[in-house]
């Protein structure tokens, strides 16, 4: 069985104890960290507005790209510390959402954390990025909760008989949260 | 007056110089553009040869302020106030990305202010980007804060911005009086942003904080803080002393540097490459073709727009017709063109409130303008993996309300 096991910044932890509770021992793991290069387009459009300025560049240390990859090559080496297994490390640069979706074409399962709202159950404690991936992975998931799943009260009351429907119906807002894909 | 032929052909060279400088090519620099081009003018005639001595000569002063606060920057990066700056704002955010958010803001507009916005583009970004890596953040919201805030801030003194440093030498403002009309206009921009950028980022500062190890005390570069603190001194106290701000930038510079060169930690050619002559020949070449423009009738053209009175409405109009110039054609030559005009305006507001919709306008279409923007996707065809409606909202939700924000402000310091 290949497992591929997507950590982000905020739940890895989580993510690595329950991969390591859930996944059977004889499971080829890879962790796969993806850095987003959008804040690294900001940076440099924002040099680009700069009309006529060519400043000297600057030491190598400070290229972003170098600062981005020796962060991922940190969190993906502590991570599989964590983990205590054999494990391949995998950092992956661009869309993240595309990327998990792409790294994951040869997996058997992939293993993923929810990303949105972890105080009450619904469709809010997916963030766009997680939304894509589960909506598109090519393998089976495996969604886990950072830390406890909250409790089944968190769940609104259904609707009184003939009220509305508890979500509009997909035509006309594909997305359960109502938000923009790319947006916050 | 107006001439036809010479017009459309300062036009012309004007277009081309500036469709060099945003898609900068490989075969040709943006200096050579401009420099050319001016001659171009000259050799043909739009321009007479004491025009364009004029145009270089009321340039002159300011370029060597730029030049030098260049060198002071550079300076500042050589001695690690950058990095230290790192560490502060590490420190004081302690894992929570919001805390984070409002250390970058806080840096990124003094820096701004005080070392232009080229120093918080160039210098202080990368900084602010590892600092978030570091703590394992999303930079984003940090990020866009840099690009934000090199505009937005660049209001509050006349070394802040080039654009301000052109319109310094023509409102006939002393340096502290300027700073005084610009610092409530400042505040009410950047609180603007601030406003905009917690809500607009929230999911992003709502992350939990990392419980990461403290990063070490750091280690403030004493002297060049106090050289710093000495050359904004300087500019505080020059009308006093009735020395131009000018020579205290040129001895900061110096200040800066010659420990350096005694060490011999920077070479001469590195020192020559901070101060980016490039950039300064660009700079001058651009403002004798912009002067063979205005002779020849878009002075005529841009007065006939552009209102020059002090009332609060005039200020408006010329805030954001300001602000939409500087989309259309970049700031740097939506200043040129416009500051003549707005300095014979009604004391110092209208030169100001131009100010104001050149500086804070660019946020609007991302950094820098939409035709650059434009102009690279036509050009080069690039992939980007930023969503353009982002940015665009994100410009759209602080703009015009800084712009007013602003500007309202600026009318009442005005009153006082």
Redesign the interface.
């Known amino acids: 069985m290949r497992a591929l096991v997507w950590i982000i ?2 739940t890895w932890q989580a993510t690595i104890d329950d991969a390591d509770a859930l996944l059977p021992s004889e499971a080829e793991i890879t962790l796969l960290h993806v850095a ?8 440099r ?12 560049p ?1 030491p190598a240390p ?3 790209q170098t ?2 990859d ?2 991922a090559r940190e ?1 993906l080496t502590e991570a599989r510390a964590r983990l205590g297994r054999s494990a391949t490390l995998q950092a992956r640069r ?2 993240v959402e595309r990327e998990v979706v792409a790294a994951a074409e040869h997996a058997d399962v992939l293993v993923l954390a929810r990303d949105g709202d972890r105080e009450r159950l619904g469709p809010r404690s997916l ?1 766009p990025a997680t939304r894509f991936v589960i909506d598109h992975a090519p393998c089976q998931v495996l969604l886990i909760w950072p830390d406890i799943a909250p409790e089944l009260r968190t769940i609104p009351p259904p609707p009184p008989p003939g009220g509305p429907a508890p979500h509009p119906p997909p035509r006309k807002s594909p997305r359960p949260d109502g938000r ?1 894909p ?3 | 007056m107006t001439d036809g032929p010479s017009l459309a052909v300062a036009l012309v060279v004007l277009a081309v110089t ?1 469709a060099v ?2 898609a900068s090519p490989p075969y040709v ?3 050579v553009a ?1 420099g050319a081009g001016a001659v171009l003018l000259v050799v043909v005639g739009a321009i007479g040869l004491s025009g364009a001595g004029d145009a270089l000569r009321a340039l002159g002063p300011t370029v060597g302020f730029l030049a030098a606060m ?1 060198v002071i920057a ?1 300076g500042c ?1 050589r001695d690690g106030l950058f990095d230290a700056m790192g560490v502060v704002m590490a420190r004081g955010s302690a894992g929570s990305p919001r805390r984070l958010l409002a250390f970058v803001f806080v840096t990124a507009a003094a820096i701004t202010a005080v070392l232009s ?2 120093a918080t ?3 202080l ?3 602010v ?2 600092t ?3 703590m ?5 919201p ?3 804060a ?2 934000h805030l ?1 505009n937005s801030a660049s209001l509050l003194l006349p070394v802040s911005n080039l654009t301000n440093l052109l319109a310094f030498h023509a409102s006939h403002l002393s340096f502290l009086r300027f700073a005084a009309l610009m610092v409530l206009p400042t505040a009410a921009a950047v609180g603007v942003e601030w406003l905009v950028f917690t809500r ?5 500062l709502t ?2 904080r ?1 419980t990461s190890t403290r990063p070490a005390r750091p280690e403030l570069p004493r002297f060049t803080v106090g050289v710093l603190g000495f050359t904004l001194a300087g500019f505080a106290l020059s009308s006093v002393v009735g020395i131009a701000p000018v020579w205290f930038a040129v001895a900061g510079a110096v200040a800066i540097t010659l420990p350096a060169l005694t060490r011999k930690t920077v070479t001469p050619i ?1 020192l020559a ?2 101060a ?1 002559p ?2 300064l020949i ?2 001058l070449g ?1 403002g004798v073709i912009v002067q063979a423009a205005s002779a020849n009738g878009l002075d005529t053209a841009v007065r006939a727009v552009l209102p020059t009175g002090g009332s609060l409405p005039d200020l408006l109009a010329i805030a954001g017709l300001s602000a939409v110039f500087a989309n259309l054609v ?1 700031n ?1 030559p939506a200043t040129l063109m416009l500051i003549p005009v707005a300095a014979t305006g009604a004391g110092a507001g209208p030169v100001l409130a131009t100010l104001i919709g050149v500086n804070l306008g ?1 946020n609007l279409t ?4 939409l035709a ?2 434009l102009w ?1 996707r036509v050009l080069r065809a690039e992939d ?4 353009p ?3 665009l ?1 994100l410009g759209a939700l602080t703009v015009p309300a800084g712009l007013v924000a602003a500007t309202v402000l600026l009318w009442l310091a005005l009153q006082v």
């Open positions: 910044e905020d987003s290069t959008e804040p690294e387009t900001v940076a459009a924002a040099r680009r507005g700069l009309l006529g300025r060519h400043p000297p600057p400070q290229e972003l600062i981005s020796q962060a969190l661009g869309r963030g923009n790319q947006g916050p | 500036l400088a945003v620099s943006e200096a401009a260049l550079e990066r916005l080229d583009i160039v210098l970004t990368p900084v980007f590892a978030a890596a570091r394992r953040s999303s930079a984003k940090q990020v866009y840099c690009a090199a607009f980022f929230a999911e992003d992350r939990p990392h590195a490459r901070a980016e490039g950039f660009f700079v651009l970049n740097l660019p991302y950094v820098g303008s650059t923007l690279r980007t993996d930023v969503d409606r982002e940015f909202r």
